[in-house]
């Protein structure tokens, strides 16, 4: 559930492909930003911008070079 605007649901794909998977990234405890995408280790960062480099980073890693981690802003994460 999305809370006061301070989670948002990211997923990964190729350039002009189908979703490959999903996460999140939200503001934890210490009001710090962290992020995660399923089967991957936590990222975390004092803002969403450098968190969601962590997570591209990732996931660049584990897919290759031609994915791309974006934020879909306005949906809760389940």
Do not use: C
């Not at 990234?25 to 009001?31: E, F, G, L, S």
């Not at 968190?51 to 990732?58: A, F, G, I, S, Y």
């Amino acid at each position: 559930m999305k809370r006061n605007g301070t989670e948002e649901e990211v997923i990964v794909h190729p350039v002009d492909g189908m979703q490959l998977s999903e996460g999140y990234i939200r503001i934890d405890a210490t009001r710090h930003w962290r992020g995660r995408l399923i089967g991957m280790e936590p990222s975390f960062g004092d803002s969403v911008e450098e968190v969601l480099e962590q997570l591209e980073t990732q996931a660049k890693a584990y897919y290759g070079d031609d994915v791309v981690v974006e934020l879909l802003r306005g949906k809760a994460v389940a």
